[in-house]
């Protein structure tokens, strides 16, 4: 906790959180509600051609409780971090001739 608290003093400190503090917020009303945007199309990129890593060596990389969105079909499953979908939102993926996208 402490390593992640570091990170995002440091984050703060260098000012990688820019994203919306260099654009016009922009601000909507639909049905009675104000919406604001501060990100723009394309801001949160998607994952294309993911790389994987066996259930064996996932166990160094990942926590043995972490959310996990799981995508099969006949046999072969491919695993998605809900923690990176969080940072990505959308991964493009192909098992066998079906391409798909994983979605959080």
């Known amino acids: 906790m ?8 440091t984050m703060l400190i260098t000012g990688t959180f820019v994203i919306a503090q260099d654009r016009e917020v922009k601000k909507e009303t639909l049905a009675g509600h104000t919406l604001y ?30 959310p996990l969105m799981i995508v099969s ?3 072969v499953s491919h695993a998605y971090s809900t923690w990176h979908l969080d940072h990505h939102e959308i991964v ?13």
Not at 92 to 104: K, Q
């Open 37 to 66: 945007t501060v990100l723009e199309k394309g801001d949160i990129p998607a994952v294309y051609n993911p790389e994987f890593y066996t259930a064996e060596d996932a166990d160094e990389f990942y926590f043995a409780d972490e």
């Open 2 to 9: 402490r390593t992640l608290i570091s990170i995002i003093l």
């Open 73 to 75: 079909k006949d046999g």
């Open 92 to 104: 493009n993926d192909r098992i066998e001739n079906i391409s798909f996208a994983a979605t959080w």
